[in-house]
């Protein structure tokens, strides 16, 4: 060959590349001025699952649109970071988006597997991790040269901008490993019934050997596949000297141990009326904008457990009653518990999933729900427990007694002195319309009538069981962000509305009250059998409290009303035995406020002299 040839082969050479050289800067030039953004990468990600958990941790409800619990990178375990890189990208650590070196890898291994060992299942993929996750996230699954250098320009960019922690995580967050599972802390649950952290390496590798084609290694039709494959991955992660050969030839004869396609464990959904209160609550305190995307997790205050046991429990016992029930639409049995030192919510209970029943007062008149709070109108004008009034039977009229305030409480068949009434009607109607209790809406109207619920109702008396103060009710106690964050937390918004003299007198009414209740310091006040019992014409309303624990229930229909023994026996056998469940320590006791004197009376007279063998503690 001449040196003219060689030369014009040389120059043609160095022109062709040359052009090239033109060509490839202009069209990396000209794609990238069109890219996508990558920085917000992070916003880019899809929604994951919002849930609310009970207080004694179970996942009450859910909502997602696509089935994903992003997990943070630290919580996730280096042996299954492991074995992705192993099955997806070798030199994960190593390349700087485009790993050159395995696409040249693949090619030749892909060749060779398909020709020489005719295994389709073999094959490997050129696209790193980086890749994946931009094709993912920003740009489409277009099948182009435009498409595939854009990817190849924004991996870089990305491996540029995040940390290799960082794009893992987001990457095993973001991919979809089938059954509906998105991310590996989902499909952990979709396919093993456990947590990450519960898994062994088998289970990791076997993660690893679905991104490749999720819907073809399903478990329960085609398990020989995902075993082969699982099995595979183990072998590339002892050649990346994460695990022994010894190690993964053991683990290869393990069986894959996953539950059918269906069984995996669900959040547990709640009546749908409480699951509706709980979201209101969250819209009121997060915003009706907050994002699902953000993965929430709400810790509320019911107390699953004991809320399956009462539902259970009123269900087994209304089965003797089902003459009186059947094809009833009146009956209604609602139960609603409360802290009434914090306003938790611990059960909220409604039989038949009916709208709340609302209890219709007249101001105007006497009302034996309105009881407690009369009384305290009554000490809050000075009165004493042991003053004596002139009380008149209801039924009769021309009947009266003098009697003692403590004795008349529990005498429902005497009315107060007039006098007395407007001074306690007064104190109810000024009590009633107190700013703290607007936002349950208790609004007396024109007519001085007012409706109320349970909710409210047990609102009301809440100042009366605890010292004077009244909390506003709630179910969310904090809402954590997917990284743990608090963004909420429900606070004490405690509020003094009612002396706290009067309020400890009113629960020394309302609890079996003799000298023995009293500690020997007389500091205390035992916290025994304390409850309010009250029926209205078309209810009966029952109050049983403690010192840190109210529990109100509304039974509604005339059936149940008619029954004499049926709220006796609800209490003793539902509600009594949810208490113990509710509570776990010993029932606390009242303080004595320190400016409540202890003095002995008459039992029968209320007198201070004359006490003979009949002297009782009374509170003054």
């Keep these: 060959m001449s040196l003219k040839l060689i030369a014009a082969t040389f120059n043609f050479i160095i022109y062709l590349m040359f052009f090239l050289s033109v060509i490839v800067v202009f069209i990396y030039t000209n794609i990238s001025r069109n890219l996508p953004e990558y920085r917000d990468i992070y916003e880019k990600q899809s929604s994951s699952v919002t849930r609310y958990f009970s207080e004694d941790g179970f996942v ?6 696509q089935y994903r619990l992003y997990i943070n990178q630290q919580d996730i375990p280096e042996i299954l970071k492991k074995a992705f890189i192993s099955a997806e990208d070798k030199n994960f650590y190593t390349h700087n988006g485009i790993d050159l070196i395995g696409i040249f890898r693949a090619v030749g291994q892909n060749l ?36 595939k250098v854009k990817e ?25 490993l089938g059954r509906g599972a998105y991310g590996v802390a989902a499909a952990s ?184 709070l009369y009384f305290a109108g009554l000490l809050n004008s000075n009165l004493q427990l042991n003053t004596k009034v002139l009380a008149r039977d209801s039924s009769n009229s021309a009947i009266s007694k003098i009697i003692t305030l403590r004795k008349l409480f529990n005498f429902n068949n005497n009315f107060l002195p007039k006098e007395y009434f407007q001074n306690a009607n007064a104190f109810v109607n000024k ?18 009538e007012v409706n109320m619920n349970l909710d409210q109702v047990l609102s009301i008396f809440m100042p009366v069981t605890n010292i004077g103060e009244v909390h506003e009710t709630h179910y969310i106690d904090k809402v954590n962000d997917r990284r743990g964050g608090v963004i909420y937390r429900a606070t004490n918004s405690n509020k003094k509305i009612m002396n706290e003299n009067v309020a400890f007198k009113i629960k020394s009414l309302l609890c079996s009250f003799d000298n023995e209740s009293v500690s020997e310091d007389r500091k205390f006040f035992l916290s025994r059998d304390c409850s309010f019992q009250s029926k209205t014409k078309d209810s009966t ?58 003095i002995e009376i008459n039992k029968d007279t209320g007198n201070m002299f004359g006490l003979g063998n009949r002297n009782v503690l009374e509170f003054f």
């Design 60 to 65: 009450i409800h859910e909502e997602y649109e």
């Design 541 to 598: 309303f029952l109050m049983i409290f403690s010192a840190d624990l109210i529990v109100g229930i509304l039974l509604t229909g005339d059936q149940f009303l008619e029954e004499e023994n049926f709220l006796s026996e609800f209490q003793e056998n539902i509600i009594y035995p949810l208490i113990n469940i509710i509570q776990e320590e010993e029932l606390k006791d009242f303080l004595i406020p320190a400016n409540v004197r202890l």
């Design 152 to 176: 190849i320009i924004l991996a870089n960019k990305v491996e540029n901008f995040l940390s290799k922690n960082e794009i893992l995580e987001i990457y095993l967050n973001e991919i979809y």
């Design 189 to 372: 649950e979709r396919y093993f019934n456990k947590s990450l952290n519960e898994l062994d390496i088998e289970d990791f590798a076997f993660l690893a050997a679905l991104p490749k084609a999720p819907s073809n290694y399903e478990p329960s039709s085609n398990y020989e596949s995902i075993k082969e494959r699982r099995d595979w991955v183990l072998d590339r992660m002892a050649d990346n000297n994460f695990i022994t050969n010894a190690l993964a030839q053991i683990i290869q004869q393990y069986p894959i141990e996953y539950v059918e396609k269906d069984n995996y464990r669900k959040g547990i959904i709640l009546d749908s009326f409480l699951v509706d209160n709980i979201k209101d609550e969250a819209i009121s305190k997060l915003g009706p904008n907050i994002s699902s995307k953000d993965q929430l997790y709400h810790h509320t205050s019911i107390n699953y457990e004991a809320t399956e046991y009462l539902k259970s429990s009123i269900n087994a016992y209304l089965k003797k009653y089902e003459d009186l029930i059947d094809g009833s639409k009146e009956i209604g049995i609602e139960v609603l518990s409360v802290s009434p030192i914090t306003g938790r919510k611990i059960i909220d209970f409604n039989y038949l999933n009916k709208i709340p029943h609302e209890i219709n007062l007249s101001i105007d008149s006497y009302n034996d729900l309105l009881r407690p």
């Design 112 to 147: 060779y597997n398909y020709f020489f060992l005719r295994d389709k299942n073999r094959l490997i993929g050129a696209s790193t991790i980086t890749q994946q996750l931009v094709k993912n996230l920003i740009l489409d699954n277009e099948r182009t040269i435009t498409r």
């Design 431 to 448: 009590y009633l319309s107190l700013e703290e209790f607007l936002y349950k809406q208790i609004i007396v109207d024109d007519q001085n």
